[in-house]
């Protein structure tokens, strides 16, 4: 896969994408960042769903995001950068977040980074909503939305306590399960902001949306409102 491709994408759909991508459960956010108020450097923030979170939390969030569109849709403190220039000073971070974009950093060099921003004790968050693949029709559902390409190299749902290297410490999870209400437009809307779909061409993509569609009339029939599960993985490491 053509990661840098890939990566590169979402600009073009980034009102779409802000618009129809889940937020995250503030119970992840709380147990990952505490209750006080933190300097948070929201990392490949992508058109800042979890930045306004985190700054309606009470955090001070400075938004990092290389994508020109991407980042005009941020509002605040948004800033050109990415995983391994990250435009702050050394140690003047509390933690470091990055929602559904770890799989897009450079390995060490970013864990590199990252620790330098980070004050001693200070947190990486990287955290994903990964759709609940335990529930038989999500599972089809993945099989539309990734089945046509390898998953990112990366699998999001299995770090590994060292994952980040000497500079911090043993990786920490949580999972969190909750879901969001979708119709089959709303569905459709959700694969139109998937990278995949992003860099098909017209037929690949008219098919998508076709079994998106089929999916969901086979499975719901005529009810128009239905839930979409989601499992919400937290990671936690301290800087040591």
Do not use: C
């Amino acid at each position: 896969m053509d990661f840098a491709k890939h990566a590169s994408s979402f600009g073009a759909a980034a009102a779409l994408y802000d618009r129809i991508r889940p937020r995250y459960p503030e119970a992840a956010l709380r147990w990952a960042l505490g209750d006080r108020p933190r300097a948070i450097v929201d990392l490949g923030a992508g058109t800042g769903i979890l930045t306004r979170q985190l700054a309606e939390l009470g955090h001070r969030v400075i938004a990092v995001e290389p994508d020109d569109e991407m980042r005009r849709q941020i509002g605040g403190d948004a800033r050109p950068g990415g995983a391994t220039a990250i435009p702050v000073g050394d140690t003047t971070q509390d933690a470091v977040t990055a929602g559904q974009a770890y799989h897009w950093f450079a390995g060490e060099p970013a864990h590199a980074e990252i620790a330098r921003v980070l004050r001693p004790g200070g947190f990486f968050v990287p955290i994903w909503n990964v759709r609940d693949e335990s529930v038989p029709w999500v599972a089809e559902l993945s099989e539309v939305f990734d089945g046509h390409r390898a998953r990112s190299v990366i699998d999001e749902r299995h770090l590994a306590p060292d994952q980040f290297g000497p500079l911090f410490a043993a990786v920490e999870l949580r999972l969190f399960h909750w879901s969001t209400t979708h119709t089959a437009d709303s569905l459709v809307e959700l694969i139109r902001s998937r990278s995949f779909y992003l860099v098909s061409d017209d037929d690949t993509r008219a098919a998508l949306e076709r079994q998106v569609r089929q999916l969901a009339s086979r499975t719901f029939g005529e009810r128009e409102h239905f839930d979409l599960p989601y499992v919400t993985y937290a990671y936690r490491a301290a800087k040591v």
